[in-house]
C-alpha cells in the first residue's frame, strides 16, 4: 500500500483527458507526472461539443464558466433532411433536474485544456514535460516504468506506481497493456470547413447544432461562438491535396447554402474516422484511457466527452487503490467504462451516420419516423435526451462490479 503523498501516477498524454486526470490525482494528493509529445499543448480544433454531465464534473476546476463566456450555450438539437427540412428538434431543457447545465456547450477543447494546464503548471505535485515522447513501457508487481525521448533526442526512463495512458489512437501504453484495437475505419474522409456565413440566412428555423440527412450528400453544422464549422463526407480515394483545396471547400458549402458564393473560410481539416475499442484497457498497473481506449466518428459529441468520463472513473480507482483498495479494484473501470465505449459511444454513434447516410427510401422514411416519434413524445423524448448527452450511461456504469 501507498499513502497519497507518496504515490507516482505517470501519465502519458496532455490532451483534455490526461490533463483531467492529472487534475484530479493531484487534487487527491498524489504525485503526478505528465509526459506530451508536442512542444506546447495542442490546439486541435477537431471536438468542440461538451454534453450536460461533462459539464457537472467539470465543475471541481473553476473552469466552466469561462468556458461558457467564450463557447456558445446549444439548448437543441436537430435531425434534418437536407431537402425537406425539420425531422425532429430535441430539448435538453428536458434533462432537468438531473442536471445543472441542460444544454451543449460548443467550446474548443483546447480551452479547456488550457485552462487546466495553467492551473497544474503551479501545482508542486505535478512535474510536466513536454516536447517528450514516450516510446515503451513495463511493469513489476510494485511499480511502472516507462522509456521517453525528448525533442533533443536524449533518452530517460520515468518510473512510478501507475501508469496511465492517455496517448491517442496510436498510443504506446496501449501496446504496453497488450489489448487489440479491432475495428473499422469508415470509408469516407470527414472534411471539417469553419466559416462565419450564418447558415440561418438559409434555413431560419436550424439549431445550433444540426444534422442534415440526404442519400446522397449528408452534412453535419455546429454553430459556435464566433463560426459555423460544416462537416462533409468526402471521397477517400480523392487526392489528400484535392480533398482539402478551397475549390472544394467552397463548392461544398455552396451546395449547402444555395444562391450563395465566395465563402470566406477560416479553417478546413481532413481526417478519416475509425470505430474502435481496445479489448482491454487495464492490465495491472497499467491504464488506457479516452481515444487511446476507443475511437469514434464525431456524430454526437461522444469521443471527447467519453474520455473525459473515463479520466473521472479512472482516477477515483486509482485514489481507491492508492488508499488502500485491492489492485484489482481497477479492473472495474475497465469493465465499466468499455461497456459504455460499445453499447453507448460506438452505437450511438453508428446510428447517427446510418441515418444521415442511407439510401434506401423506406429505410430513410422508418428512422424518420422514429425521430418524430420520440421528439413528440414527453417520456420518449426524455429518455433519448438522457442517453444522447450521456448521462444515463454514467448510471447504468455504477450497476456493473
Known sequence: MVTPRTAHVLVVGAGPVGLVATSLLAAEGIKVTLVETHTELPH??????????????LERFGVVQTMIDVGLICPTWQFRDRTAGVVATYELSR?????KHPYRLQCEQWRLGDLLYDQLKTNPLV??????????????????ELDVKTADGKTETLKGDFLV????????????????????TIPELFLTVSTPFDFRTVMPDIANIAYLSDPNEWY????????????????????????????????????AAPGHKDFEVTHGTAYRVHERVASKYVNGRMMIAGDAAHVNNPLGGMGLNGGIHDAFNLAEKITKVVQGAPLETLERYGRQRRKV??????????????I?????????QAYYDDLRRTAEDPEKHRE??????MIQSLRDVEKID
Open 44 to 57: 486541435d480544433l477537431r471536438a468542440s461539443t461538451f454534453h450536460p454531465p461533462t459539464l457537472d464534473m
Open 165 to 184: 495512458g492517455a496517448d491517442g489512437i496510436g498510443s504506446v501504453v496501449r501496446k504496453a497493456v497488450g489489448a487489440e484495437f479491432d475495428g473499422i
Open 384 to 389: 433519448f435526451v438522457m442517453r444522447t448527452s
Open 95 to 99: 434533462l432537468l433536474p438531473d442536471t
Open 220 to 255: 453535419v453544422l455546429i454553430r459556435t461562438a464566433k463560426v459555423w464549422r460544416a462537416l462533409f463526407p468526402v471521397d477517400a480515394t480523392l487526392d489528400d491535396k484535392d480533398v482539402t483545396s478551397p475549390a472544394r471547400a467552397q463548392k461544398l458549402l455552396e451546395g
Open 341 to 354: 465505449a460499445l453499447d453507448v459511444v460506438q452505437q450511438t454513434t453508428l446510428r447517427n451516420r446510418a
Open 127 to 144: 512535474t510536466v514535460h513536454l516536447g517528450t515522447a514516450a516510446t515503451a513501457a513495463r511493469q513489476s508487481a510494485d511499480g511502472v
Open 356 to 364: 444521415l447516410n442511407t439510401r434506401e427510401p423506406a429505410a430513410r
